[in-house]
T-cell receptor, first 115, second 115 residues
Framework: DSGVTQTPKHLITATGQRVTLRCSPR?????VYWYQQSLDQGLQFLIQ???????AKGNILERFSAQQFPDLHSELNLSSLELGDSALYFC??????????????FGSGTRLTVV | AQSVTQLGSHVSVSEGALVLLRCNYS??????LFWYVQYPNQGLQLLLK??????LVKGINGFEAEFKKSETSFHLTKPSAHMSDAAEYFC?????????????FGSGTRLQVQP
């Protein structure tokens, strides 16, 4: 157990729908990062939050949004889902705002299947 | 932007043989470098990291990596492969000086260990 908790583990939904993925960071970590892992794109950074504030954006689609709550858990919202959004979505956490050599701790991911 | 290239999307070795997984980074300034491992249906786990303290870095499960500035490489090795090493391995990089907040991952190398 890495200490980073992601729910649900699996999600199957239809095209056009909206889903919410949840992440609780490791105790004491203030940063949450979201990554998308797909066969054709590999691991793509989506967005980072630090202590409730958005800090960095990667290749995140406009249909996707995220937030981090006062208790530091984060949610990734995916809307108007398309078949191509099917992927593994990972959350990772770290203590610092920037990567300072410690790396991240990853959760076990949410596998999203859009049918 | 920083990037890493992992040569070989698939590597197959026999049990007991040397494991060598290649990673080259693109940067004129030595970055932070990481190797992560992903077992089937699991998240990414940190194997080891380079933060300039030593060029030969030892990690978990008998893996080590050597930072070679002249070759811009950070190859991962293990003297003797074990069946349990079968997994996907990712090299990742972070810019030390510009404060880039997210790790950039390579495309991954799937290691197969033959009995």
């Amino acid at each position: 157990d890495s200490g980073v908790t992601q729910t649900p583990k699996h999600l199957i939904t239809a095209t056009g729908q909206r889903v919410t993925l949840r992440c609780s960071p490791r105790s004491g970590d203030l940063s949450v990062y979201w990554y998308q892992q797909s066969l054709d794109q590999g691991l793509q950074f989506l967005i980072q939050y630090y202590n409730g504030e958005e800090r960095a954006k990667g290749n995140i689609l406009e249909r996707f949004s995220a937030q981090q709550f006062p208790d530091l858990h984060s949610e990734l919202n995916l809307s108007s889902l398309e078949l191509g959004d099917s992927a593994l979505y990972f959350c990772a956490s770290s203590a610092a705002d920037r990567v300072v050599g410690y790396g991240y701790t990853f959760g076990s991911g949410t596998r999203l299947t859009v049918v | 932007a920083q990037s890493v290239t992992q040569l070989g999307s698939h590597v197959s070795v026999s049990e007991g043989a040397l494991v060598l997984l290649r990673c080259n980074y693109s940067s004129s300034v030595p970055p932070y470098l990481f190797w992560y491992v992903q077992y089937p249906n699991q998240g990414l786990q940190l194997l080891l990291k380079y933060t300039s303290a030593a060029t030969l870095v030892k990690g978990i499960n008998g893996f080590e990596a050597e930072f070679k500035k002249s070759e811009t490489s950070f190859h991962l090795t293990k003297p003797s492969a074990h069946m349990s090493d079968a997994a996907e391995y990712f090299c990742a990089v972070s810019d030390r000086y510009t404060g880039r907040r997210a790790l950039t991952f390579g495309s991954g190398t799937r290691l197969q260990v033959q009995p």
